[in-house]
């Protein structure tokens, strides 16, 4: 089969597709034909070799996928041909990939399957951040930082399928925030002047955060009395600070959000978020939104993609097409 490898730590450019034998499933794996392959930002940290995840030279990226079952063990609930979406963690980027039983999940039929390689990363981060991590309640407003990007789209939609009142989309053009209105945003505000857009409506109680940077403390002064801020990321590559006094003097908090270490250290808790999250799948009130599409040969690409901040929506790669 073909897959594609990261050879060296260079970054995204150093990325070559090869020949390699199809993986083996052991006693609780599904084997699974590869359709789709989500690419995250922690793949291009892999690249560089600053994820804390660090496989030994060379390996496959890929942690999120979508495809059918090749193979499953009896009993499994799972036949050859059924429509999954997993979490392999690693081995993604590939014509054909492994994933624990725990974390494959029957795709349902109103996804594509790059519909349903954009949602375990997304959406568990979303669903987390939101409901786990912020307590969001039905009615209160929610502003999505970095709102046309995988995670932002994720949050836009997990926010209104579960009751938020009013979403602001912040992003850093009008055509992103086109992006940013098609996923379900009530409005969307430019990063220089989102803060404004805040207190229109009398502030938020929510912010979701995966950029950090310099917009962190005008986020803070976006948040409502009570409000969280809900930090998921730093694609801006700034780890901003917080004088804790603005916290106490408005009282409001910082939260963190890390979803991988939370869930990976707790089985079956994807399972549960995914059962929270199917019948939103199910009914169309959440439609993932699929972005920039390549090739496995083009993986470096895709990995540029995200890198350079050009992406809306998921990027994927299509190891195997229909």
Same mark, same amino acid.
Not at 13 to 37: F, K, N, Y
Not at 179 to 201: C, Q, S, T
Not at 272 to 288: M, N, R, T, V, Y
């Given at each position: 089969?073909?897959?594609?490898?990261?050879?060296?730590?260079?970054?995204?450019?150093?990325?070559?597709?090869?020949?390699?034998?199809?993986?083996?499933?052991?006693?609780?794996?599904?084997?699974?034909?590869?359709?789709?392959?989500?690419?995250a930002?922690?793949?291009?940290?892999?690249?560089?070799?600053?994820?804390q995840?660090?496989?030994?030279?060379?390996?496959?990226?890929?942690?999120?996928?979508?495809?059918?079952?090749?193979?499953?063990?009896?009993?499994?609930?799972?036949?050859?041909?059924?429509?999954?979406?997993?979490?392999?963690?690693?081995?993604?980027?590939?014509?054909?990939?492994?994933?624990p039983?725990?974390?494959?999940?029957?795709?349902?039929d109103?996804?594509?399957?790059?519909?349903?390689?954009?949602?375990?990363?997304?959406?568990?981060?979303?669903?987390?951040?939101?409901?786990?991590?912020?307590?969001?309640?039905?009615?209160?407003?929610?502003?999505?930082?970095? &709102?046309?990007?995988?995670?932002?789209?994720? &949050?836009?939609?997990?926010?209104?399928?579960?009751?938020?009142?009013?979403?602001i989309?912040?992003?850093?053009?009008p055509?992103?925030?086109?992006? &940013?209105?098609?996923?379900?945003?009530?409005?969307?505000?430019?990063?220089?002047?989102?803060k404004?857009?805040?207190?229109?409506?009398?502030?938020?109680?929510?912010?979701?955060?995966?950029?950090?940077?310099?917009?962190?403390?005008?986020s803070?002064?976006?948040?409502?009395?009570?409000?969280?801020?809900?930090?998921?990321?730093?694609?801006?590559?700034?780890?901003?600070?917080?004088?804790?006094?603005?916290?106490?003097l408005?009282n409001?908090?910082?939260?963190?959000?890390?979803?991988?270490?939370?869930v990976l250290?707790?089985?079956?808790?994807?399972?549960?978020?995914?059962?929270?999250?199917?019948?939103h799948?199910?009914?169309?009130?959440?439609?993932?939104?699929?972005?920039?599409?390549?090739?496995?040969?083009?993986a470096a690409?895709?990995?540029?993609?995200?890198?350079?901040?050009?992406?809306t929506?998921?990027?994927?790669?299509?190891?195997?097409?229909?």
């Amino acid at each position: 089969m073909k897959a594609a490898q990261i050879t060296t730590l260079d970054g995204p450019s150093a990325v070559e597709l090869v020949d390699l034998p199809t993986p083996e499933p052991g006693e609780d794996q599904v084997l699974i034909r590869v359709h789709a392959a989500g690419v995250a930002f922690p793949d291009l940290l892999q690249s560089r070799g600053l994820y804390q995840m660090k496989p030994d030279l060379p390996f496959t990226p890929g942690a999120e996928i979508a495809g059918e079952i090749i193979a499953a063990p009896e009993g499994s609930g799972f036949e050859p041909g059924d429509r999954v979406a997993a979490l392999c963690l690693l081995g993604g980027f590939a014509e054909e990939a492994v994933a624990p039983l725990d974390m494959t999940f029957a795709l349902p039929d109103t996804l594509t399957y790059e519909q349903g390689a954009s949602v375990i990363f997304n959406y568990g981060t979303a669903y987390f951040a939101l409901i786990e991590r912020g307590h969001l309640q039905p009615g209160e407003s929610v502003l999505v930082q970095g &709102a046309a990007g995988g995670v932002g789209t994720a &949050a836009i939609q997990v926010a209104k399928a579960f009751g938020a009142g009013r979403v602001i989309a912040v992003t850093s053009t009008p055509e992103k925030g086109a992006v &940013a209105l098609e996923a379900g945003a009530d409005e969307f505000a430019l990063a220089d002047g989102f803060k404004d857009a805040a207190k229109e409506h009398g502030g938020v109680d929510i912010v979701v955060d995966p950029v950090g940077g310099e917009r962190f403390t005008d986020s803070l002064r976006s948040l409502k009395d009570d409000g969280r801020l809900l930090v998921i990321g730093f694609t801006a590559g700034d780890i901003p600070t917080v004088k804790v006094n603005r916290l106490l003097l408005n009282n409001v908090s910082v939260v963190g959000v890390g979803w991988g270490a939370y869930v990976l250290t707790r089985p079956g808790h994807i399972a549960k978020e995914w059962a929270a999250l199917e019948p939103h799948l199910k009914s169309g009130a959440i439609q993932p939104v699929v972005g920039p599409t390549f090739r496995l040969a083009e993986a470096a690409q895709a990995l540029l993609t995200l890198d350079e901040r050009r992406a809306t929506g998921k990027v994927l790669l299509v190891p195997v097409t229909t």
